[in-house]
Structures are given as structure tokens and as C-alpha cells.
């Protein structure tokens, strides 16, 4: 900080004292000299109000000027002094004013709160007395009387107190002394005392020298010259009508307009009776507002008079005549305000934008309105124009704040406009608006949505991996990265494995695809769930399932189930040879792993020993004789069948039906030439060892059969109209009959009878597959164990209604009837 040196009287030093110690007007008072420099320390306004400095920013304490666009001082928030921020002068604030005060305000904020700062501007001499006029005349009679006096012009010092004129001095000379008089403000003029009388015949012209000096520290002075023409007698003086003009003009009043009109007499005639009028004190300010005919007295407007500058102008006039005597009289000038001044809406505080989140009565901002006007000119009147969800609160003095009065939503408004109108009380009454822009900023309180509650998804089988499935997307109405949306998979699994070996879906996009190729025949449907997540802190999220199709597709051929495919196992069916047309003789038994139409199945023969003996129906497989049998039929007939499904391109298979036509077992041993005219020599020895086997062990279960026969309820059978038997093994477990859809309309039994039609009973032997036969994967194994086709056995004592059911016969194992 700069230091000053400065030389004061005893008086002035008293009052330099009182710049350290506040005054007690007001909230905060200071007393500082005029003319300091910049950041020149007032005071700790900081310790004076019992305020932590540290709080000073926090709270954005600032000072404002209140009335004057000028701002003479600031607070330094770092150390919480009040110091200089433009240099002061005095005479141009107060002009001739005993008291200089400057008003401010300190303002914090949060909680808000104005302390009243009044600041008393202390006089420093720095103006020297001056006179109105350089030289004053004077025209003495020659007669004059010792011991007349002669008042002189009032030398004018802007500074006040001990800084104004405080001494008259004139210059040592024979005829005249100097006799100094206050007057009844305090102020101090001077006379000029004749001490010896004049000889006009010695000495025409006399000058003096005539200087005021003030009290100040320096001291300054003025001086003027007094010169003296000696003249004949002039005994009278002017006199004003009043001493004192007081007068009210408005401070609108027009350049030119009057203000008063002062009048003084002279009882002298001729040129001793005229009477001029100038201004003898008055200040500079109002020398540059007001001028005087020097003839008629009348004092008129020359400047624009504003009554929030200056309200009250003091000058003096002073009548002389023309021998130069001369009398003074006191004008003041009072201004009235008129309501010239618009409101004015001054933004302190903004807190732009503001959170959604905000609780009701949130602090938006702070307005404080100013009008310069006075009494009812100023009372001002705030109101908010539009609707919307905010009020003034009134707070000291002219100070408001801007609260909310109901919750926000940026997603409804994102912004508000809000015009604050100031109106005063004159009349007529002006006003001011000002519109503030206020932003919403965002908060996350909006999680994703979904478009859809659920979304379906179809795909084929056989799928390329990468494939799209399908795709989700959700809105988050929040703003930038509260609303951007991610997407992801919930972790879960299907048929044990984790979804996400299944598929994935694109975080950005919402785009589903899937990670592998599907198989319509493992598994026909499943469900994930997608989450959506905004990028919010914290985040926000939505769950949708998304259940996923599999559609079939042809890629199943049809299998075999009855009769074995050549090389696993070969069977015969047996024909009676009375068989008449229509006779259900043996059914072709086929599935299909595809369903709907692609497992639809139609059977055609189309391969036949006799193309006209049997025909197969095309959705059932059943082989039936088309015609009557004869005798001229050849005894062994070979179809060939094949099996067609339905899909597109349709998918094929075939079968070999091998049938004899026979009505007794003895004719069995030709069965060799068909069923086995591919097999080699070994393989018909072996058939032959183990028909003999055979036939010993049966022979010796025969007897029990009969023994336990007739525990049992005996089962009725139709010949050769019912279905033939096929043994339940043949149906793998995974096909499962769909109503409509499938290839097995109902189990079957594999029974075997005896035929009918001789005095010897026949039986015909065919092996079923084992459990084994098919997977769960629906394809067949091989047979472990080659088969027996047919065997025949001659049974005596058996009578033409007993039957016998041969449920298995492997080759080389256990048989059961």
C-alpha cells in the first residue's frame, strides 16, 4: 500500500482520527480525507460487521451504489477492506456543503443481507480563495468621512470549514484600513475603513492590493485589486427589497425560463443612483445552471437542472451603483423533483441454469429496482408478467429475490423467459421491464422406456451366426449422457448354457443377433431380457423380454421305422393265401424329425413284384391287398416303397416290404430263396443251427404255455383285419405325436397268431429292435444282433382257436411266448 505524507492544522488532525474509528450513523460509517489515492484503505468492513473474510466470496459480498452510476470505492474480498476506487473530489460531490456523505451498500448473498455504508468525505485544502472580480472599482467622493466604510467583494473558496476564507488582508497605505466581520453564516467578508480623508486634488486613482487566505494546511490565498477613482460625494447605497430570495423551481423547468428576479433601489440620482447586478458568491455548478441581466436583476435557467444531482442552490447578489457602493442580498434556489426517471432493474445475482431437482422456493435470483426520483416518484411496484412457476419475494429495501413456487421438469420446459415489470408511483407512473433467460439443466429422474411391453422375434433354423433376430429400442427423454441408451443382455441361461451364448445385442443400436446357428429340433423357442441403461449418475434402467421363435425348416429326411432298413435286419410278412381285396397285410411305420408340413408324410409303392396286388395308403402306410389273392400269385412278393415329406424342397425315403403268400408253414423253407439271395453260404448254415436250437427250447416251454394258458383271460383277435403288429420299440423316444402334425397315429403291439385255415397250426417269428434301436437324437443305431427273419415250426395237439404271441426273438438269445 502507498504511504502519504500530510501537514495538518490542530483541528485537522482531530478529524483525521476519526477516519479509524466508524461512525455510528448507520450501519457502517467511515470518515476519509478527499483527493486519496486508488485502493487507499477506508476500513475493515469485514471486522466491523463480525464477518469471517473467508465468507466474504463464498456469499459474493460486493458494495452498490445506490442513486449514482459512479462506484467510489470497492471491498478487497481477499483482506475485507473498503477502499478507494476513484479519487474524490469534495467540491464537485457537495459543492458548498458542510457535510459530504456518499451512500452505498454492501450486498451478501445466501443468505441475502445489505449493511447501509455511509461514507463522510472530509475537506482537504486544495482550492485557493478567488474573487468574482479581479480588479473592484470604486468612485469616492472627495468629501467622504473618516470612518466610512466601504464593503468589499467576498472572496469565494470552494473547500469549507477551516479550509474556506478566513483572513482578509490589504495592502499598507495612507487612507485606508481593512476591517474584517463575519456575517450571519459564518462566512467572513471584509470593509474597507477610510482611515484619512482623500484629496482629489493630490491623488485621482488609488490601487490597492486585497487578499483572503483560508485555513488550511497549506495555506492558499487569493487576491484582487482594489482601485479607487475619488470622485464627488455619493451618500446612498442600494438596497434589495428582501434579503433573502428563496424560490421553488422545477427541476424539468426549460433553458431560458425565470427563477427569480431580484430588485435593488438607490436613492442617489443620476449615475450615483444607477444600480448593476452580478453574482457576488455562487458556486461553480450553479454559475454554469444560472445567469443575471446585469440590468433588470431577473436570474434565469441556463443548464439542465436535475433534481437527483443537486436540490438545493445558495448564491449571493450583489446591487452597486455607479459611484460603486454596493449591498448584497441572498438567493436560494430550491428544486422540486419531477417523475423523470424510469424505474431501473438492476440484475445482481443469477443462478443460471438451474437443476429440475430444485426444491420449491429455490433461489433463482436477485433484482434490486432504483428509481432517482423522489417521495412517491420512487415507490416501485414489481411483478412478473407471464405464468409461470416463479415469484418475487420482497426483501430490504428495493432488494427482491426470485424463487420457484413449484417443482420443475426439464422434459416439459426446458427453458423459461421471465419479464420482471418495475413501475413507480408518479403520475403519470413509468416503468421498466426486463426479461431474464433462466435454463433448466438436467438431472436424471427419466429411466429408459421401452416402445414395446414385449417384443417376438422369428428366426429359421439352420441360421448363420451374426444373423439380426430382431431389434429393441427405448427413449430416454433426459438430456446428452442422462439420455443415451445402452443395451445389454440380463444375464440368465438356456437349456443351461448362459443367454449370451445365444445371442447378443449391439449396445448402440438395440440390434439383436444371433451368436450361433439354431436347431428347430433340439429346441423350438426361449426368452432374454434386454436392459436398457442411460449413461445418468447414477444410472437408470429398463428390463424387456424378448421371446424368440424358432421356424422349422426341411432338413429331416424321414425315417424308417418299420420294416429295417436292408442291411440292419431283414423281416417277412406272412399272407394267407384266401386273403380277399382290402386285407390289411403289413404297414409301412415312418417319421419325421421336421413338423408341420415338412413332417407331413405320404407313402407311394414304387417298386412291385406284381404291380396289381397291393397298394399302400398315401398318408397312413398301410399295405393292403388290392385284389382277391389266387393261386396263380407268385408266392413271394417284394415292394418297394418310398416315403416323401411335404417340405420345400421335399426330402425322400425307401424301404423294401418282402411278403409271402402261404397258409402253411411247411412252405416256409423257400422263404430261403427270397429273403436270403444275397447271403452267403455260412450265414444260411448258421440259420440253420439256430432253428434247431430253437425249436428244442421251445418245444420244452410249450407245455408250460398250455399249463398257464388258461390263468389268463384270453384276448380276442380278428384275422388278418386289424392292424398288423409292430413292436412299441420301434418309436424313438424324442418323437413326440403332435395332433395333426405327426407320423404315428397310436402304439402298436407286435402279436403274432396262429393262422387259421389248416388242421396244423403255423407260427411266424420276427424279431423287434431293441430299446436301443433310436436316440434322442432320432436317429437309428445299428442292430448288435442280426435277426432272425422267420422260422417256421410244426406244432402238433394244438387246437385251431389257440394263439400263441411271440412278443421277441433275437437270434441267439431268450425268446418268450
Known sequence: MEKYSFSFSAPCILACICILIPSVHGDLSYTFPEETKLQYVIGNVAKDIGLDVKRLSARKARIET??????????????????????????????????????????????????????QIQDVNDNAPRFPNDRITFNMMESTDKGERFRLDEAHDSDIGQNSVQEYSLERNNHFVLSVKENTEGGKYAELVMEKELDRELTKEIDLIFTATDGGTPQRSGTAVIH????????????????VYKVTLAENAALGAEV?????????????????YEFSRISDTAEKLFSIDRITGRITVNGNIDYEEETTYEMRVQAKDGSGLTSTAKIIIDITDVNDNSPRIILKSLNDPIPENSIVGTEVAIINIQDNDSIDNRKVRCSIHENVPFKLNPSIKNYFSLVTTSLLDREKESDYNITIIATDGGSPPLSTSMTIHLTISDVNDNPPVFKQQSYTAYVMENNKPGTSVSSVTAGDPDWRQNGTVMYSLVPSEINGLPASSFLSVNSDTGVIQAVRSFDYEKFRNFKVQVVARDNGSPPLSSNVTVSVFISDENDNSPQILYPAPEGKSLMTEMVPKAALSGSLVSKVIAVDADSGQNAWLSYQIVKSTDP??????????????QRDITESDSMKQNLVISVKDNGQPPLSATCSVYLLISDNLAEVPELKDMTYEESNSK?????????????????????????????????PRLLFDGAVAIPSAYLPPNYAEVEGAGTLRSSYNYDTYLTTGSRTSDFKFITSYNDSTLTAGGTLKKVQNETLAASLITLNNIGEADEVRILAFPLFGDFVI
Not at 106 to 114: F, K, R
Open 260 to 276: 427569480v428576479t431580484v430588485i435593488a433601489t438607490d436613492a442617489d440620482e443620476g449615475v450615483n443612483g444607477e444600480v448593476s
Open 228 to 243: 479607487i477613482n475619488v470622485l464627488d460625494a455619493n451618500d446612498n447605497t442600494p438596497v434589495f427589497s428582501q434579503s
Open 66 to 119: 445506490e442513486g449514482s452510476a459512479k462506484r467510489y470505492c470497492d471491498i478487497n474480498l481477499n483482506s475485507g477492506n473498503l477502499v478507494v476506487a476513484e479519487t474524490i473530489d469534495r467540491e464537485k460531490l457537495c459543492g458548498s456543503k458542510i457535510s459530504c456523505i456518499l451512500n452505498f451498500e454492501l450486498v451478501l448473498e445466501n443468505p441475502l443481507d445489505v449493511h447501509r455504508i455511509s461514507l
Open 612 to 625: 396289381g396286388l397291393f397298394n399302400i395308403g398315401l398318408h397312413s402306410g398301410e399295405i393292403r391287398a
Open 683 to 715: 450265414l444260411t448254415f448258421y440259420l440253420i443251427i439256430a432253428l434247431v436250437s430253437v425249436s428244442t427250447f421251445f418245444l420244452t416251454f410249450i407245455i408250460l404255455i398250455l399249463a398257464v394258458r388258461f390263468c389268463h383271460r384270453r384276448k
